[in-house]
């Protein structure tokens, strides 16, 4: 949730640091510092809440001079954001400064255990208790500071990524990770330091992903050294990214959120090539023909996701049941982890994840794979620690999502989901020959479809002005687009923080519909499709109540459009593909919104992303092979 980086090298650190902050705000954004041992070999350590600007003004007049150094853009957890809970933490004596993403979930039992020692602690936070006590441990035993780090892993109980500076000690940063991602850039007489690859492509393009419970013992003029927790050296493997600078930046647009909206027609080419033949009859995703067995046996698959992925999630349910007739349960990863679920090893587990870091997905996975079920990931970040934890899986292929709002790997999980169910059903036989053939075919023009739909901004755009002001909205759809109603929901309220619900539209006279007034505005996605006429007698029962309907529509629709207050047309696709089309105007109401409030889109309060970017050439390009 937080994001790290790392410098040690023969350049000043600080323009480095700042600017790799500014590229992993979107990890967290609430308050900000850095850690640097000075040229007069001091360890100065300055922070503040607030953004990464912020900090800049903060250490307008400081010293911060240093070829070595770490910084932290902090997503809360334990204690408020403020000055005093930002990283970097420095030990009791002031003697060490370290940085920390995760969660230590026995900070409380090890805290207590200081402070019986005499320690006391300056913030609120479980980060604190590690330095704390790595310094504890290095003073003790009177060893070096990896030894120490060592020593203080073992007690610890939770996940992180850290790193460690010492005063006195210029030459050396100690990180290590469990559960939270680190990787390493390896330059010329130099190394990076990040929780993703984003600060570090501009560097260089070789990288190292550190592994759960790793430490990196990275010294200037020295190569890269690793061991684990147990002092067993533990051989860098150096990748080459596959990253493009351009995928980080804003590319004209104001907002991340909107460049990626904008951006979804060519990512859809991209997570749909090489899955398609050139003739358009066949769709294969490897990583299903490589466990074939498995899909075509499965007595039931279970999807487990969160948010977003989720929604996407109870797409692929329809799609799965209709298409290929294995039975399918979507579960919220956090509920997953923490019932008794049954397992059977006959089930196949799909795990949805954009970040590939979401710790209730990766928990879900654990607990799954503990029971014998195959797990299949689909995943956006490459390398990611999901990816790495399921047995195969594909990946989306749409790049860095650096917007919170999740709009362009919505997209591109719903057609993977698709390619996915189509592969099966064909193993299956569960499918006419013609159905699979069209299905392709609309699978193959959706990006063309996205273009089309991009139209519809300047329309939704005027709309947008009238809803500014509302302080409610409710979604609507049903069969496929009810997940669809769901994900335009959600999209209003993290970015406008309106209050906004979506329901499948056949529940509103079950209670919700005690709402509608004529201030009510109500998002309903009535696109053609087999229920369309039950939506109509729906959207009439709004209208009967005075609600202002907003309908998502196919093209040279008149049924509908004679009801709705506005139209905002869609080209037709099979109800199956709508989904992904329909989401469009929906990611684009919610942004307009947004921006009219005058909101901070990217980077919405309370809201961090995961993870995205460690992009990488995976041995496999199309589709990840087996663990
Ligand atoms: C919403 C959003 C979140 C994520 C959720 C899961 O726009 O982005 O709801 O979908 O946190 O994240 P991933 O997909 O990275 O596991």
Redesign the pocket.
Known sequence: MCGIVGYIGDKDAFPILIKGLSRLEYRGYDSAGVALISSKNELNVYKCKGKVADLQRFTESKDVSGTIGIAHTRWATHGEPNDVNAHPHYSSSEHLALIHNGIIENYAVLRKQLESEGYHFRSSTDTEVVVFLIEYIQKKNNVDLCTAVQLALHQVVGAYAIAVVEKGNPDCIIAARKSSPLVIGVGENEFFLASDATPIVEYTQNVVYLNDEEIAVIERNKPLRIVDLNNVTVTPEVKKLALNLSQLEKGGYPHFMLKEIYEQPETLKDCIRGRINVEGTHVALSGVIDNCEKFANASRIIIV??????HAALIGEHLIEDLCRIPVEVEYASEFRYRHPVILPTDVVIA???????AD?LAAIELAKSKGAFIYGIC??IGSS?ARATHSGSYIHVGPEIG????K??TGQVTVLSMLALTIAKVRNTITEEKYLSLIKQIQELPERMKETLKCNEQVKDLSKMFTYANNFIYLGRGYNYPAALEGA??LK?ISYIHAEGYPAAEMKHGPIALIDNEMPVVAIATTDSIYEKTISNIQEIKARKGRVIAVVTEGDTKVCNIADTCIEVPKVSEELCPIIASIPLQLLAYYIAINKGRDVDQPRN?A????CLLYTSPSPRDYAAS
């Open positions: 996701a969160c948010g977003t992925s989720w949805i994840s954009q970040s590939g870091e979401t997905t956006n970040v999901i919170v709002a999740s709009t790997a919505f959600l999209k993290e809201l992303k995961s993870v995205t």
